[in-house]
């Protein structure tokens, strides 16, 4: 016996819109908000041809973007992943090493140029503006197994008329999206193309580089500086979020920290020990029942 | 904590950035470099904001018709409104609320779900409609957050604990013969007064008798006097309030709910109790209309509770609040496998208390899941081959490793044994513990790495319940105060962690069945215990008693004739005190009605269609027809054994309105008093 269905009490409703009925599919679809960011995925799109046509792949060059369409269309959860995956394809085959020059050095004096710029500047883009399409059209909140899925809540919802159905606050409710989330974005984006190009240029820069250490190889340096610092990054923010989430733990949460840690040291001390007082109390019990 | 689309795209990122560095490629390395920066900016601010959501105040208020209540009635419509605000500085992330609506109502319009961005000191409102079920008690438990980034990589779920509980009190029903509470003849007495055969400061002359001194002159019948040529005195009758005792049982056997329907996401269950309570806020009305004091006697297996005899709408309201706290009450049995409330109690507790099920403080140790298992000593007797390998995986790795010691040991001991006395059976005992102990010892290891693994195959669901007991059992160890070990014991205490489970089922008032039989065939609800704790009330309520009295019990008596010796000793009291005895016995719902109770030619010809279109298999209709065989004949015993005594009974069936049980009440009262 599983908990294949939610506990809760009768009828949790739910309601994107004012009306209490979340739009269906078809009228997503026309809404402004889910326009814009398909148009900004377009426009991101295009932008990731010019530029990969800008390489010289020829034909090639439509491949992801062929892919960020269908999957646009089809609202795939994974398509942004396979839009990546298809243009790291695509550039690590057009690499130098492909064309024969292995290990050139590291290409540490080269500098990106425009183009490469504006590739970073479209895929960031697509990326965000497609998971946010997604987020408005499929989901926003991973979904419960133990709720039923939206997708045939919308069935349902055709078929029998419904008049409204659980769980749809999965999505995001497109009436929330706002000129000043588009403005955001529109000024986020070039901020964070440059700051990766600043950080491209700082940690491949000469005056930070300093001398290599015990003769290594100058790649094999630069790689255990990277991963060094992002360890020591990712172990302060994650030493950080530990300590605020202990900050804010309730008394219960706190309590039963050290239930556990307890019972973790002494389980299996404690189980023989409640074994055996249950098997002693079932048997007074049992004689006490049989006279 | 991150999504599987978070998940995929880091992947996908760490992968571009991994293939940027090593092929090497300048823009795949700085695609890389922008997703991976843009996703760590993404996370720390949705990890800066978080906190904010667990601020969150919550507001709540119900209203009726015209402004905020704090009782609900059963059977009404009513408004909640909540609210959530943000007393932080910071905007939160993506937030989607859902009000938490007790199990007792029904939904009815509007929407306990809002979401959006809320910014520093603004919030979020909900606004929907409830029909209240049966009477009861309402538990808002509070509102459920779900937080996100508005691409979905991120998600924190938090539980806003605000627990209102409003009770939900029976609803009045009016009858339309009664009578009216004021005084319409001249003949009759005020409302609440009744006239009775005794002496007393009536008006109405009883009767006439000689002067005795003390008497008061202005009692003396001049004209009978002078007749008699003594002085004759007279005697009035009594004008006394009839009282109205009702004793109404709370017993487990009444608070077994049983399935009426499914609803439109969750099954609907009734309980004879809700009958009971209504019948008893039904009496409790009709004498509140014609004045009569009302007592109440709640009582169960354990102990009784009495309210004294009183009348006005203050005492009537907390008679209700009692009925409705009473009706609240879930069924309670120690002896009942706890794999039938586990996953309820867990998919529950995943809902509200999703912070105290987080690994870091309620963590499941994969060597208890893999390799030990826990035996959590059973009531159950037999237990089949996979259920007994799964409890008992940590005994088959005792026994390899004593293998394995005794099978170093033994050799050793021998040749030791054998340097000290060389005899022929010394040498063949050796060899012979030589050739095997290698073979034991492998045998051993091969069999349990077998056994491990068919468990390993075939224990996925046990696996799964050892998880949840465990991390229920930490919440109730927590929640219920037990000492540091309490959660040991409840891993290991059947008994103890299945009474832990149902109270806290029925604390949060969500409705749960439990199997009516133990494994040895014993109906677990009978509570034969609760008979002597009523005759013991009706004894008591006989001696608090003055005149005239009536005494309604509410209780279920059915196959309880070996018990009933008690009772109708305490009867027998009541009525040699003439007093009034009445039995509302409640009935099962959904079960054929006895003969005798069925009046009505509607409601005949409603148990005639029910009995015809009862479907089920073969087994089935013969089971039902066996119950409902064996209800009658209990049925049939109890009436006769208390009408013999006076007593009427009644059967407080489903389709029994209660007006008419009221009547019959109105009709037993008026008959049983002289000059009426």
Request: net charge positive; with cysteine; hydrophobic share 45%.
């Amino acid at each position: 016996m599983t908990p294949t269905s939610r506990v809760g009490p009768a009828g949790h409703r739910s309601s994107n819109s004012e009306t209490g009925v979340p739009p269906m599919r078809q009228e997503m679809r026309s809404h402004p908000a889910v326009l814009n960011y398909t148009l900004l995925c377009l426009a991101a799109l295009f932008l990731m041809v010019v530029c990969l046509a800008d390489r010289g792949l020829e034909w090639w060059c439509v491949v992801p973007s062929l892919i960020g369409g269908l999957t646009l269309l089809t609202n795939w959860t994974h398509g942004p992943p396979m839009v990546l995956l298809s243009l790291a394809g695509l550039l690590g085959m057009t690499s130098p090493r492909s064309r024969g020059n292995y290990w050139p050095g590291w290409s540490r004096f080269q500098t990106p140029t425009l183009m490469d710029v504006l590739l970073c500047f479209a895929v960031l883009a697509y990326v965000v503006g497609h998971y946010r399409l997604l987020s408005l059209m499929r989901h926003i909140f991973p979904s419960d197994p133990r709720r039923p899925r939206p997708e045939s809540e919308e069935r349902d919802r055709r078929s029998k008329e419904k008049k409204q159905t659980p769980g749809s606050a999965l999505k995001r409710s497109p009436d929330l999206v706002n000129g000043r989330e588009m403005a955001l974005l529109g000024f986020a984006l070039p901020i964070w193309v440059g700051l990766a190009v600043s950080v491209w240029a700082r940690v491949m820069g000469r005056a930070i580089l300093g001398e290599v250490p015990l003769g290594m190889p100058w790649t094999m340096w630069r790689a255990l500086q990277i991963v060094w610092a992002s360890l020591a990054v990712l172990a302060a923010a994650g030493t950080v979020a530990g300590y605020l989430r202990w900050r804010t733990a309730t008394p219960e949460e706190s309590l039963l920290y050290l239930q556990d840690q307890l019972w973790r040291q002494t389980r299996r001390e404690q189980g023989t020990l409640n074994r055996w007082l249950t098997w002693a109390r079932l048997r007074a019990q049992r004689k006490k029942e049989s006279l | 904590m991150l999504t599987s689309r978070g998940c995929w795209f880091l992947l996908c990122v760490l992968l571009i950035l991994s293939l940027g560095l090593l092929r090497p490629s300048l823009p795949l390395t700085l695609v890389g470099l922008t997703l991976l920066l843009w996703f760590a900016g993404q996370w720390l601010w949705f990890l800066v904001r978080l906190p904010g959501v667990r601020q969150l105040r919550s507001e709540r208020e119900v209203w009726d018709d015209r402004s905020v209540v704090a009782t609900l009635w059963a059977g009404q419509t009513f408004e909640v409104r909540v609210r959530l605000i943000n007393e932080g500085w910071l905007p939160l992330p993506h937030v989607a609320a859902e009000d938490y609506s007790p199990f007792s109502v029904d939904f009815v319009d509007g929407s306990n779900l809002a979401q959006g961005t809320v910014a520093a000191h603004q919030q979020l409102e909900m606004t929907y409609r409830i029909r209240c079920g049966p009477a009861g008690l309402a538990r808002f438990e509070g509102v459920r957050l779900q937080a996100a980034d508005w691409q979905g990589f991120f998600y924190h779920v938090h539980f806003l604990h605000a627990v209102v509980i409003l009770p939900i009190l029976p609803l009045l029903t009016t009858r339309p013969s009664q009578p009216a509470s004021v005084k319409r003849h001249n003949l009759l007495l005020p409302p609440g007064i009744h006239r009775f055969r005794r002496p007393g400061s009536g008006s109405e002359l009883l009767d006439l008798r000689d002067y005795l001194p003390g008497d008061p002159p202005k009692t003396i019948a001049w004209k009978v006097s002078a007749r008699r040529d003594r002085l004759i005195t007279k005697e009035f009758e009594s004008e006394v309030p009839v009282r109205c005792t009702l004793f109404v049982d709370m017993s487990s056997s009444v608070r077994v709910p049983t399935p009426s329907g499914v609803g439109s996401r969750q099954t609907r269950y009734q309980k004879a109790l809700d009958r009971l309570v209504d019948l008893a806020a039904g009496v409790l009305q009709a004498n509140a209309g014609i004045r009569d004091l009302t007592g109440l006697c709640l009582f169960d297996e354990h102990g009784a509770r009495n309210i004294a005899p009183d009348r006005g709408s203050t005492h009537r309201t907390e008679c209700l609040r009692l009925l409705a706290e009473a009706a609240a009450r879930q069924p309670g049995q120690q002896c009942i496998n706890p794999a039938h409330l586990l996953p309820l109690a867990y998919s529950f507790a995943v809902e509200i208390y999703p912070e105290l099920l987080r690994p870091g403080v309620n963590s499941v140790p994969w060597a208890m899941m893999w390799l030990d298992g826990f035996s959590g000593y059973s009531h159950r007797l037999r237990l089949g081959f996979f259920e007994l390998l799964h409890r008992h995986k940590s005994a088959l790795r005792t026994l390899c490793w004593w293998t394995s010691f005794w099978a170093l040991v033994l050799p050793v001991v021998l040749l030791s044994a054998r340097v000290l006395l060389r005899t022929r059976s010394l040498d063949n005992v050796l060899l012979f513990v030589l050739f095997f102990a290698p073979l034991s010892v492998f045998a051993t290891w091969a069999a349990s790495a077998f056994l491990f693994g068919v468990d390993a195959v075939a224990g996925i669901g046990k696996r799964r319940r050892d998880r949840w007991r465990k991390q229920l059992a930490a919440i109730l160890s927590v929640r219920y105060r037990l000492a540091p070990g309490g959660l040991a014991t409840l891993l290991e205490d059947d008994d103890a962690f299945s009474l832990l489970l149902q109270r806290f089922l029925s604390e949060h008032q969500v409705p749960y069945t439990l199997p009516l039989y133990s494994p040895e065939g014993r109906y677990l609800f009978a509570a034969p215990e609760k008979v002597s704790v009523l005759a013991k009330a009706l004894v008591r309520a006989v001696g608090k008693g003055r005149d005239n009295e009536l005494f309604v019990l509410l209780a279920d008596l059915l196959e309880l004739d070996d018990a009933l010796d008690p009772l109708l000793r305490a009867v027998r009291v009541a009525l040699g005190r003439h007093h009034q005895v009445v039995l509302i016995c409640p009935w099962p719902p959904g079960l054929e009605l006895p003969p005798s109770a069925i009046r009505s030619p509607r409601s005949a010809s409603r148990q005639g269609a029910k009995r015809r279109t009862g479907g089920g298999s073969r087994t089935t209709v013969l089971w039902d027809q066996l119950t409902t065989r064996r209800f009658h004949l209990a049925y049939q015993r109890l009436r006769r054994t208390f009408t013999r005594m006076g007593v009427a009974v009644l059967c407080a069936a489903e389709d029994e309105p209660i007006p008419l049980i009221l009547s019959r009440l109105e009709r037993l009262r008026s008959l049983g008093r002289p000059h009426s």
